[in-house]
């Protein structure tokens, strides 16, 4: 099986301001105390620069809650890949299940800002899971297959390997419901099947596969030791240093 380094990542949303951010930042940098695994932090786009030029030198990388598809033009209110590159981000989300409630985000539209993301030189960590009547009827894996297949289209196994994907079951994301550790080793197998099925199997060894919903210290440490869990993908209890940091030491 390949070796793959696990990603912790916190997806800050629609927290925190500028300075706040800064806080945060060089609370995790100061705290962290290991560099077996990767860090990253999803900032709001004001403090995305800011926090990129706090974080330079240091093991926390910084990435983009989204993106649009076009570099430049007449698109009020949006935020290009170049932008965020020349920011200091090196990730950005995709498809997270807010943006396809709220913001009507679908295959289409993920599979446009997934191109962006690599033409612009960041990794896509594209978003995926299944709301709970979904998965009490037995939809799952068609949903999962639906939302994969759609947002990869137009990816190449070459560009494959380095995508990042997060499996986020909806009923889990800010309800303190998680899945529980076999449920999420077993979506993840699924999709790393799928995934060498679609691209080949060296892709699906290579590539991570994240854990997202309420992810906090006392079930982290379960959910990374899953064989098929790449690392996690933290919402709500990434706000607060210390427990971001508890995450991030829990294994
Ligand atoms: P949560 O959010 O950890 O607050 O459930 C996870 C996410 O939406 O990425």
């Known amino acids: 099986m390949a070796l793959r380094r696990k ?3 916190g997806n800050w949303k629609l927290h925190k301001t500028v300075e706040e951010s800064l806080e945060l930042a060089g609370q995790l940098s100061a705290g962290l105390k290991r560099d077996d695994l990767d860090v990253l932090v999803c900032p709001t786009f004001p403090a995305l620069f ?4 706090r974080l330079k030198g240091t093991a926390v990388k910084v990435g983009a809650q989204n993106l649009f598809w076009e570099d430049q033009g007449a698109f009020t209110g949006e935020v290009s890949g170049p932008m965020i590159k020349a920011a200091g981000a090196i990730y950005a989300l995709v498809g997270h299940s807010e943006r396809r409630l ?8 993920a599979a446009l800002r997934v ?3 690599w033409r612009s030189g960041l990794t896509p960590i594209l978003c995926v899971g299944e709301l709970l009547q ?3 009827t037995g939809r799952m894996e068609g949903v999962l297959e639906s939302q994969l297949a759609g947002a990869l289209a137009g990816v190449s196994t070459a560009q494959a390997g380095g995508l990042v994907i997060a499996y986020e079951p909806v009923w889990a994301i800010g309800t303190g419901k998680t899945a529980s550790d076999a449920q999420a080793n077993e979506a993840h197998a699924y999709i790393r099947g799928w ?3 679609r691209f080949d199997k060296h892709v699906a060894e290579s590539l991570k596969i994240l854990y997202g919903g309420s992810v906090k210290p006392a079930n982290a440490a379960g959910l ?3 064989s098929e869990v790449d690392g996690v ?3 709500g209890a990434s706000l607060d240093a210390s427990s971001f940091l508890g995450i991030i030491h829990a294994i």
């Open 115 to 117: 191109a962006a993301a």
């Open 50 to 53: 800011p926090v990129a030029q």
């Open 134 to 136: 979904e998965r009490e």
């Open 7 to 9: 990603l912790i990542a």
């Open 224 to 226: 990374l030791n899953q």
């Open 233 to 235: 993908l933290v919402g």
């Open 195 to 197: 995934l060498s099925y």
């Open 102 to 109: 709220h913001f009507a985000e679908s295959e289409k539209t």
